[in-house]
């Protein structure tokens, strides 16, 4: 029962993870903790307040992931880390591809989750780095009820901004998490089956209202 | 010989990229069968384990599901929340013990007196007080505790009934059923009564979303494997945390909580200046959010 446990705080946090949504406006991406920090505070102020966020307004989060998220995210090195191998046999097309459905995917499966954003707060740790360092690693937490659900975030040091190419959520990166699944599906049906299959996910989901929850 | 691999190395170039493609595709395929991926490695009895994956869920599906879907419909929230952190409190007893033998002995404490404090004025656990005094919630079982000991959490088993585990975690599984909820009745029939009713609620915690779950995994049983073996094989730390407070990030010393340099120092009144006016905003919501 450890792993219902832990998989249902997988989708609590996601959502927060989400949340950075609508957070990013002001973000500094001059320090991997500063950008953490702020898109976290920002993010609970911004899933509090917005009404249409905790109705599960699919389409206005993805607009938000786009306009604010998406800018201090590495989503091409989040992909290619879960595709592995088969990266750099896909034609730019379909890396595009890959993308946008890995991204949807993402995006509309936790939409739900961001409904369930309520006493939550957000511990952040020490980081443990050197100020050399061009990969680093800002471990925080949320914690509300029941126990504390580890979120960190991977971030490169792309020119002088920072940028978050992997999230980990309660001991799973979900670039890792992926990847036997892509795997798996690429060396059933190739890099189209995978796309394919993951295009049928998002469309299902957008087709069924349950993914509101 | 040299001769050869020019020829050989011009062919190719002649039979164009794709073949060699191929070939290549063909050569990383055979090397997967003999090596595996990670997650592969990790599970050598997969054929096995997928049936009776595919036999739990098909008892989840006739069973468990929907005795817990009623559950939820039927019992009054309170009273649902009431039993949940019941069975949480015998957890962290437990969770106590268990981080005492992993030598986390601050932490230990600190779930020792969520036990003690929510036992009493908690009304057995039925309350949960202490969460609301600041002591969070850790739970931890003996297979983390071999786990910290150093062993691996060795090949992915699935179980009847009780689901996902490894070699590791199914040692551990009969250490953790003698610290379970039923370890508080002596009476045979209650027993059963009270692993059923934790199940439930177990189940009824999970409804959303495992319905989630539905539409984000591929092949649901790699896709639980994999968070599986992910999630057990790491630990956490007992860290020092500093809580950011919605609107105090104006106060919050951002150069303290940084080793990355003095990009911090200069970048912090910026940060500062961007923030007053959820300050102002809300000066009703960091009070409420620092009880919590």
């Not at chain 1, 379909?94 to 511990?123: N, W």
Request: charged share 20%; with cysteine.
């Amino acid at each position: 029962m450890t792993l219902l446990t832990s998989l249902r705080h997988l989708m609590a946090v996601a959502t927060l993870g989400l949340g950075l949504v609508h957070a990013a406006h002001a973000a500094d991406a001059s320090a991997p903790d500063l950008l953490i920090r702020q898109l976290s505070l920002e993010t609970i102020e911004a899933v509090k307040a917005d009404k249409d966020i905790q109705a599960g307004n699919v389409n206005k989060i993805i607009a938000l992931v786009d306009a604010k998220v998406m800018p201090h995210v590495n989503f091409q090195r989040m992909t290619s880390s879960a595709v592995g191998r088969f990266w750099r046999q896909a034609t730019p097309e379909q890396q595009t591809k890959l993308q946008a459905e890995f991204k949807t995917l993402l995006v509309r499966t936790y939409s739900g989750a961001l409904t369930q954003v309520k006493d939550q707060t957000i511990g952040l740790k020490p980081l443990r780095a050197q100020p050399t360092d061009t990969e680093v690693v800002v471990r925080t937490e949320i914690r509300g009820k029941g126990d504390a659900i580890q979120l960190d975030y991977r971030l490169e040091k792309a020119g002088a901004e920072w940028k978050i190419y992997d999230v980990n959520v309660l001991g799973i990166w979900l670039a890792d998490q992926y990847r036997n699944s892509f795997a798996q599906e690429i060396g059933a049906n190739g890099i189209d089956g995978l796309i394919k299959s993951l295009a049928d996910k998002n469309a299902k989901a957008a087709a069924t209202p349950a993914a509101k929850g | 010989m040299f001769r050869w691999l020019a020829i050989a190395t011009v062919a190719l170039g002649l039979s164009g990229c794709q073949t060699v493609q191929k070939v290549g595709d063909k050569l990383q395929g055979a090397v997967d069968k003999v090596m595996g991926s990670k997650g592969q490695k990790l599970d050598p009895w997969e054929s096995w384990n997928r049936k009776v994956f595919a036999f739990n869920e098909k008892l989840d599906e006739t069973v468990l599901k929907p005795v817990a879907t009623a559950y939820s419909e039927i019992v009054p929230s309170p009273v649902r929340t009431g039993i949940d952190n019941f069975f949480g409190n015998i957890g962290d007893a437990w969770s106590a013990v268990n981080l005492m033998l992993q030598g986390r002995f601050k932490a230990g404490v600190e779930q020792g007196m969520r036990f003690a404090v929510n036992s009493t004025i908690g009304l057995a656990g039925v309350l949960d007080i202490a969460t609301e005094a600041g002591l969070e919630k850790n739970s931890q079982d003996f297979g983390k505790t071999l786990g910290k000991w150093g062993m691996g959490t060795g090949a992915y088993v699935v179980w009847p009934v009780f689901g996902p585990s490894s070699v590791r975690d199914s040692l551990a599984l009969p250490v953790d059923w003698k610290a379970s909820p039923a370890v508080v009745f002596d009476d045979g029939k209650k027993k059963v009564l009270i692993t059923a009713l934790n199940l439930v609620n177990t189940r009824a915690n999970f409804l959303r979303a495992g319905e989630m779950l539905e539409g984000i995994a591929l092949d649901k049983y790699t896709f639980y494997r994999d968070a599986y073996l992910q999630r057990r094989g790491s630990f956490d730390d007992d860290d020092e945390i500093e809580v950011l407070v919605p609107g105090s990030s104006a106060s919050a010393p951002a150069g303290a909580a940084s080793g990355a340099g003095t990009a911090n120092a200069a970048s912090a009144p910026a940060a500062a200046a961007s923030e007053p006016a959820v300050t102002v905003k809300k000066p009703a919501e960091p009070a409420s959010a620092a009880t919590r």
